[in-house]
Each structure stands twice: as structure tokens, then as C-alpha cells.
């Protein structure tokens, strides 16, 4: 065997025993993080009417989450950093999992403003922390499928997690409790649980890796080495150049339009379901449906994103998906073409992820890597939860109309698409002249 083939067989087994060791672990936990974060859908079908929440009190509450998540992200990914992935991720679980499982004992709008408001501080950073932990783990060639086979946790977690959580508002009564307290209660504590696990079974770097052989570690410590090198160049920006990159915001604006639309349906779909005169346990399975499908699409548009090596229409097509999908709610009034549309709405959002985060980190300078793409999460989470979900509330109160409240985030869709091909537009031209400086 000739050392180019050797070295062919040597990647494909090292990269097939590190996906198999980390990504369907990250999913579990990231699966938990989803269930736990939007387990206030399904709750809300009956903890609404015990403690009097209006739409617009209730999207408030929604939107605190985003809230404190945005003002904690780029800590805590910094923290990550110094830390290390493995405390580091075990913590934000372990908190997270305490603050839900005690968010059943909320009794009015001020202790649920409360929870969910300390929610977000606890799970802040989770996300971009994993997106970073990656990229020490998975070459650049390999991110798009990755990302995508990883996020597929976030559309499977309203699969599962919309059946589970109408299934536990049916334990109503027991025990003296709300169906509502039991969600909270049991959707909480198996995430402490994996919290502890994260502590073994994690691995920071591949150089620590004992269950990769010596020659694997070497070829993918080689391999990210020489990524590395080839993207040094210029200083470590601050956090708060960060913030006013207009590159870093063009990203989060972006990336605001796939947040909005998850996070939006993720709190307010199954009462936009209901509304169509189902009972909880049929909300719960219908909600399930275009989460299902989205999970599907997202794994396939991030291969085939690989496989092209494509990533700007890759990412661009998701967000017309979005777009158009928000857009047609308004000429329907039929559960099913409504739950058509919703699907692809959920299918963009998804979609986007993976294509999306493989090309903001390759705009990304590894020394910006860690708080460039906490302070991209940060803010696209703040316009697309902190804004988006509050905006959905007011206008769901006021004109009494799901597909009106919906509007805003295809607005947002339209000027992400517009943004998205400045940017990479910009990229192109500055990598040109970049190339031709170095034959110069």
C-alpha cells in the first residue's frame, strides 16, 4: 500500500470512530437542551389558564430565555475555552436540568419570568461551546455534514418532545400535581443525569484521546494543525470589536431568520395546532409531524452541501424556504396545507444550520473562532427569540391571527437572503485580492 493510500485509509477510519464516539453523545445532550428549553409549548396548553398568562405575557416569558442567553453566551464560551469542554459542558447541563425541573414550581408571571430568564443564563454558551468542539475534533472538509447530522437533534427533539410532554400533561392529578409540573419535573432531571455522565465521557483534545489509536491522533492532530496555520494571521479581536464587525452582525442577522423560525414555532406551534380544535394528545402528535420531516432534509442539504463544496446557496435557498412558507399561512385556513407549510418552514430553518455554520467558520480567523461564534449565536438568538417571540405575542393578541404574527419573520427572511449575498460577495472579492498579493 502506497503512503497516499494509507493515508486515504487512515482518515476514513479516524474520522468513522470519532463521529461515532462524539456525535450521537453531543446529540443526546443537545436533544435534552431542545426538549428542555421548548418543553414551555406543550406546558403552556395547560399552565396558561392556571396561572392566567396572556399571549402577550406569555411570549415575554418565552423571550426572556433569549434574553439571558444573549448576555451570557460569549462568557461562557470564553469559560469553555479556559475550562475546558468537558467541565465545562457537564456544568451548563447539570444547571440547566436543576432550573427546569424546578420551573414546575413557578405560580405566577413574576417566579415563570424568573425561570426562564435563569434558564437561559444556565444553558448559554451550549451550542456555540459544541459548535467550537468540533471544529478541535472534525477537519473543515467534514463540518457541513457534521453540524447538520448534529443539529438534526433540535427538529427530533420536538418529534420526541411534543408526543412525551402531551403524554406527560395526561399524569394531571397524580401525586396532588398538574400534568404541567410532572413535564418540567421528569423532562429535567434526565438532563442532570447526562450532566454527570459529560464529566467521563468527554474528551477536550484529540491529543488525550486514548480510544483513537497513536497513529489517528497523530494524523488528526497533524491535520487541524495545519488547518490552523494556514488561517493565522492578525490579532485576537476583542469581544466588543466583535459586536461591531459588520461581517459578525451580517452573520447573526442571518442567522436570525433560521433562530426566529425555530424558535417561534417551537413555543407557539402547538397553540397555533390546538386552535384548530384538537385535544392535547393529537396537538402533541400533529406538532410532531414537520419536525420529522425537517430532520430528514437537514441531514441530506448538509451532505449534499459537502459534496458540492458549496455553501452560499446552500444557506441562501433555506431562508427563501422560510420565507415562502410564512408567507403562504396567510391564504389558508386547512389544517393540512397548514401543517404542509409549516414543514417547509422547519425544513429551511434546519437546513440552514449546517451549510450555514460550516461557512461563517470558515470566514471565522481561528484566533475570533470561540467568541465569534458565540457572539453570532448570541444576537441572532436575541433578535429571533428575545424580538421575534415577543413580536409573535403582540400581534397574535391584537388581531387574533397566527399567519399575521408569522409576517415579520418573512420580512426578516427576505433581508437575511439580501445580506447573505453581500457578505459572501465581499468574501469572494476580499480572497481574490488576497490571492493575487501572494503571486504578486
Known amino acids: 500500500m502506497n503512503a497516499l493510500d494509507n493515508n486515504t485509509r487512515i482518515e476514513a477510519e479516524t474520522i468513522r470512530k470519532v463521529t461515532w464516539r462524539l456525535i450521537p453523545f ?10 428542555d428549553r421548548g418543553n414551555i409549548g406543550m406546558a403552556a396548553l395547560q399552565m396558561n389558564h392556571d396561572l392566567g ?14 434574553i439571558s442567553y444573549f448576555l451570557f453566551e460569549v462568557p461562557s464560551n470564553l469559560a469553555l475555552q ?45 451550542f456555540p461551546g459544541v459548535l467550537l468542539y468540533l471544529t478541535y475534533w472534525f ?67 484529540p ?37 461591531r464587525s459588520k461581517e459578525v452582525l451580517g452573520m447573526a442577522l442571518i442567522c436570525a431568520t433560521a433562530s426566529s423560525a425555530g424558535s417561534v414555532l417551537g413555543i407557539w406551534q402547538p397553540q ?9 394528545m393529537q396537538t402533541g402528535l400533529v406538532n410532531a409531524i414537520p419536525y420529522v420531516i425537517a430532520s430528514v432534509a437537514m441531514v441530506w442539504w448538509g451532505r449534499h452541501s459537502d459534496k458540492k463544496r458549496e455553501r452560499r446557496w446552500h444557506t441562501a435557498i433555506p431562508l427563501a424556504l422560510i420565507a415562502a412558507g410564512m408567507l403562504c399561512t396567510l391564504l389558508t385556513t386547512s389544517l393540512a396545507t397548514t401543517i404542509a407549510l409549516l414543514s417547509c418552514v422547519l425544513i429551511g430553518a434546519y437546513s440552514f444550520k449546517g451549510p450555514f455554520w460550516a461557512l461563517s467558520s470558515s470566514w471565522l480567523a481561528p484566533s475570533s473562532a470561540a467568541a465569534g461564534l458565540a457572539t453570532i449565536n448570541a444576537v441572532s438568538n436575541l433578535i429571533g427569540g428575545g424580538l421575534m417571540v415577543n413580536v409573535y405575542g403582540w400581534i397574535k393578541e391584537e388581531t387574533g391571527s397566527h399567519a399575521l404574527a408569522l409576517m415579520p419573520i418573512a420580512a426578516l427572511a427576505v433581508a437575511s437572503i439580501l445580506t447573505l449575498l453581500s457578505l459572501s460577495n465581499s468574501a469572494r472579492q476580499t480572497a481574490r485580492n488576497a490571492a493575487a498579493n501572494a503571486t504578486a
Open 26 to 35: 453531543l446529540m443526546v445532550c443537545y436533544l435534552l437542551a431542545f426538549i
Open 139 to 205: 477537519p473543515a472538509a467534514y463540518r457541513a455534514r457534521i453540524i447538520a447530522i448534529f443539529m438534526v437533534a433540535v427538529p427530533m427533539a420536538s418529534f420526541v418532545g411534543s408526543p412525551l410532554s402531551a403524554l406527560l400533561l395526561q399524569a394531571d392529578g397524580m401525586l396532588g400535581l398538574r400534568g404541567w409540573h410532572w413535564l418540567f419535573i421528569l423532562e429535567g432531571v434526565p438532563t442532570v443525569a447526562m450532566g454527570v455522565v459529560c464529566l467521563f465521557f468527554l474528551t477536550d483534545r
Open 53 to 66: 398568562i396572556t399571549p402577550r405575557v406569555f411570549g415575554f416569558a418565552g423571550s426572556l430565555f433569549f
Open 272 to 280: 397555533l395546532i390546538k386552535s384548530f380544535g384538537l385535544t392535547v
Open 207 to 243: 491529543q488525550q484521546a486514548r480510544w483513537l489509536t497513536e497513529e489517528q491522533r497523530n494524523w488528526l492532530a497533524g491535520r487541524l494543525e495545519q488547518e490552523r496555520n494556514a488561517k493565522k494571521g492578525g490579532a485576537k479581536p476583542t469581544v466588543w470589536q466583535l459586536f
Open 82 to 126: 479556559k475550562f475546558g469542554a468537558r467541565k465545562w459542558i457537564a456544568r451548563i447541563m447539570i444547571t440547566w436540568g436543576i432550573v427546569t425541573a424546578c420551573t414546575a414550581m413557578v405560580q405566577g408571571q413574576a417566579s415563570l419570568f424568573a425561570m426562564r430568564f435563569l434558564l437561559g443564563a444556565a444553558e448559554a454558551g451550549f
